[in-house]
DNA sequence: ATCATTTTTTGAATCAGATTCATTATCGCT
DNA sequence: AGCGATAATGAATCTGATTCAAAAAATGAT
């Protein structure tokens, strides 16, 4: 057993480091022109031993995406383990996301290159299984918010399943991702800032939920307020440079 | 120049054969199977002569989804043409865009896929910006119904613009759309019929935006009424089997 | 109608890059 | 050291998009 278990931890290494070899180019030279033999090449090691470790190069990108998936649950842990109401944790998860959002896009291009018909196709069950499962916690920890929103009558009974009531706000962000990241369509539509959008839209969405307590959206001051309470309790050492996204633009001068 | 007049008129229609052409083999063999040799083999043209109409593979998928946005202005149109509420009118887009979604799952796909990053540095500039036009009236068409909510009164000002308003509901939609299109992740959290989801989320965000008359979530019956009044009024024609998903599933037997 | 010129069409050849697999090297064991 | 068993290698293969030199067709002046 000791050999194969060595065995077992090296081919576990060599996968990290041909991850990491993969992580580098791509930031280097962009998602297109990454290529599989420059990534043996980058980690000396041969094509074939590439293809040892992934059956084909959307897998490879699948596990680089899975791999990723873990800094996302550690920004939303700081919200689960956050002292507040549901609904300030809910904008905690939102704020995670966004910061998330900013800090890897290359997160969000693979997530919507890998989710593509026609790509996935290319995936072994294994691999896409793999990704599920590194999924369920981040699943969890949202479904375990609205649960406890339940528990607490922050949010009314209804005949829907937590996921059910969860799904319109993940819908909601994944929409405003959708948008912030589709070629010239915010410049076309002068948008200005997606998130802050985001935000706004989010709030209208829990109160037409009946999530309380209730907030005034149209005062835009009390919205900010509360992602600056968020930033400075939960993300204090996130950069300004990045939470910055989160504040505003269209309402910047209102009462 | 009646010779130029010809030449371009002629050019024209062999560019809709050639869409045709490829429509028809990827209903057949699907997207990740089409071969540019074979779809000019189709046509009876030769490779080189689609090249002279595309500039690539991904060039064409555009010009074949820029072709569609006229089928999905049909449907949207009769909704802009109907005496009916702003609220009404809204729920009658979704309910357009969803018929629309089931009637032509190509269209999505090929939206997805073309929107990628990646696959979306291979498609010209004048493809671009003609998509890009062929949107403007839809986009003209959701903006009008908001401005007129506005002037209306049915929906409070705030300092937003109508498209800032309307970009919350277009993200619902979109990212409902694209949690349908995942594979496995509606049968992995048990979702149950998205776009019955979308319809509850839809009245929750319109009522949290203040749009009048407010409509009572918790109230199924009265939902799907206003889902039946739609569909009989301007949908009778389009096929129960699609217009069957957006009757509900998860609140079916509430009061 | 003929022919020189321009434009269009053609498809075999090229090219890019992912994937395979016969060969070679390494390992663990006796 | 020698013997399988196991893993690594990278040149060769394969797929399929794209190009471009040559052939064909259209144009229009004589």
Redesign the interface.
């Known amino acids: 057993m000791s050999t194969t278990d060595r065995r077992q931890k090296a081919f576990a290494e060599r996968e990290q480091i041909l991850l990491d070899g993969a992580h580098y180019l791509i930031s280097r030279e962009g998602?297109?022109n990454l290529q599989m033999h420059r990534v043996a090449q980058h980690c000396d090691y041969s094509v074939g031993t590439l293809y040892q470790h992934f059956s084909s190069k959307e897998d490879m990108l699948l596990a680089l995406l899975t791999e990723r998936i873990g800094d996302r649950l550690g920004l939303f842990a700081r919200v689960a383990d956050w002292d507040a109401g549901s609904r300030e944790q809910l904008v905690g998860l939102v704020v995670a996301d966004v910061i998330f959002a900013r800090q890897q896009p290359l997160f969000f291009?693979l997530q919507?290159?890998l989710?593509?018909?026609?790509?996935?196709?290319a995936i072994s069950e294994a691999r896409?299984e793999q990704a599920?499962a590194a999924h369920k916690p981040l699943?969890d920890l949202f479904q375990g918010v609205i649960v406890e929103a339940l528990a607490r009558g922050d949010l009314?009974a209804?005949?829907?399943?937590p996921?059910?009531i969860g799904?319109?706000l993940?819908?909601?962000?994944?929409?405003?991702h959708?948008?912030a990241?589709?070629?010239?369509l915010m410049d076309?539509?002068?948008?200005?800032r997606?998130y802050a959008?985001?935000f706004?839209?989010f709030?209208?969405?829990?109160?037409?939920?009946g999530w309380q307590p209730l907030c005034d959206?149209?005062d835009?001051r009390a919205v900010r307020a509360l992602l600056t309470r968020v930033v400075t309790e939960l993300f204090s050492d996130i950069p300004p440079s990045v939470t910055d996204t989160l504040f505003t633009d269209?309402?910047q001068d209102?009462p």
């Open positions: 998602l297109l291009h919507q290159y989710s593509t018909q026609v790509i996935s196709a896409r599920m699943a009314p209804s005949g829907m399943t996921i059910q799904s319109g993940w819908a909601l962000g994944e929409g405003i959708t948008l990241h589709a070629e010239g076309a539509y002068q948008l200005g997606p959008l985001l706004h839209h709030h209208a969405l829990l109160n037409g939920l959206i149209t835009g269209f309402d209102s």
